[in-house]
């Protein structure tokens, strides 16, 4: 009986959790939230991920180690990895944690990332904006997600204004300035590399965001078989500079025809859901399956699905679940604002029936402003 350990117990602990029951495979997963939503249907660890005692009893439990969790610090993920395999490496794991070195390393690899500069200090925040430009978003090089710790200059008389709001972090993460991108769409590659080194994506997928946070999926993407194979050659580069094991997913801007990086988040992605239902194999199971070292399944799509994710609150179920394609997942969590409580994913075989299924869901629920980016793409807008 093989234990996989997870670091963190959020709902992408749960869902690989899921989706590795068939291949008989047991679960730990550590987290120092007592309610921790994985932790709801494995066992569960609740400690800090700095606690020496709690990750040496992890290691003696496990006999393969990964995250859902992008923010584990790097020394414990380096700790870990030299009692037990370790997958994605502490090493990729440093990368995808700090902005300033994965947006260095995609234009190493020469993948176009916005204007950027790293800021330490009041004065180097000026010398930034003048080299970045404006508009320009401040950014902490480690620690954010979901759009926070981010504050938007229009102009560089706004830099008073963002060094109160980001200025006290510099010390402790770091900042990065970029370049704001006047993107026509958001796009990612959702990828997986196996031990052997074998490569697979699951289609480009289009995303929407409300403040920050993702709200909608849309896979695969419409978009030219170039674009497509450029993005999926993005992610490609991108996995075998960092020895990459496990999925991972690129987040891409669409400018002038222009695919610029973002960012890269080395774990199952939010914009990956989609793949339980839409795909042949998911991302959790295909994440699971490279960090035990076996063969990868195939990650073709199964004809449109589109995503919807629930923030702050659950709508009815009842909606969803009304729509023969409608997919509901509850993750289990308490309402809070902001909060990721759960997604619905709906699938078909064709963009005209998904988006009836989305309309008449949308409708009901009264998401009708959530799904409107949705069925513009999928009626040719
Ligand atoms: P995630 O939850 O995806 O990890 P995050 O907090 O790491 O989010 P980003 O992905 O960098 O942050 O930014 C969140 C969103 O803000 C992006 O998806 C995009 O909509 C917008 N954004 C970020 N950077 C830029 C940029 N340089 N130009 C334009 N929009 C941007
Ligand atoms: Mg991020
Ligand atoms: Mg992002």
Redesign the pocket.
């Known amino acids: 009986m093989t234990t996989v350990g997870i670091l963190g117990g959020g709902q992408l602990a749960r869902m690989l959790a899921l989706s590795g029951a068939p291949l008989g495979l047991r679960f730990l997963v550590m987290d120092n939230t007592e309610d921790a939503c994985a932790g709801q249907f494995v066992p569960q660890l609740v400690a800090d991920y700095r606690d020496q005692a709690a990750l040496a009893e992890f290691a003696t439990r496990v006999d393969v180690a990964t995250f859902d969790f992008e923010n584990v610090p790097a020394e414990s993920a380096q700790w870990l990895a030299e009692r037990v395999p370790v997958f994605p490496s502490p090493r990729a794991l440093a990368v995808a944690q700090d902005r300033l070195a994965e947006k260095t390393l995609f234009r190493e690899l020469g993948i176009p990332v916005?204007a950027f500069a790293a800021v330490d200090s009041r004065a180097g925040l000026d010398a930034a904006i003048a080299a970045v430009g404006t508009p320009c978003?401040l950014?902490t090089r480690r620690l954010?997600?979901?759009?926070?710790?981010?504050f938007r200059l229009k102009t560089a008389g706004d830099a008073e204004t963002a060094w109160a709001a980001l200025g006290a972090q510099a010390r402790a993460h770091g900042l990065i300035l970029?370049?704001?991108?006047p993107?026509q769409r958001?796009l990612s590659v959702v990828a997986v590399r196996g031990r052997d080194g074998e490569f697979r994506a699951w289609p480009l997928t289009e995303n929407w965001?409300d403040h920050?946070?993702?709200s909608a999926s849309l896979a695969p993407a419409s978009a030219d078989p170039a674009l497509q194979a450029a993005a999926l050659e993005q992610a490609r580069k991108v996995a075998e500079a960092l020895d990459y094991v496990g999925v991972f997913a690129l987040?891409l801007?669409l400018c002038d025809g222009t695919l610029l990086a973002?960012?890269m988040?080395p774990r199952v992605h939010n914009s990956g859901h989609w793949t339980i239902e839409g795909a042949e194999t998911s991302q959790f199971q295909n994440h699971l399956r490279a960090v035990l070292g076996l063969p990868l399944g195939a990650t073709r799509p199964l004809g449109s699905s589109c995503m919807l994710n629930w923030i702050g609150e659950l709508p009815d179920a009842s909606a969803v679940l009304a729509e023969p394609c409608g997919h509901w997942h509850d993750y289990g969590k308490s309402p809070r604002q902001g909060r990721k409580v759960g997604h619905a994913t709906f699938r078909a075989d064709g963009a005209g029936e998904l988006a009836g299924a989305l309309d008449r869901a949308a409708a009901a629920l009264g998401r009708q402003a959530q799904v409107a980016p949705v069925l513009a793409r999928l009626r040719g807008a």
């Open positions: 916005p978003i950014k954010g997600y979901d759009g926070k710790g981010q970029e370049a704001f991108v993107f958001e965001h920050g946070i993702l987040e801007f973002n960012e988040a």
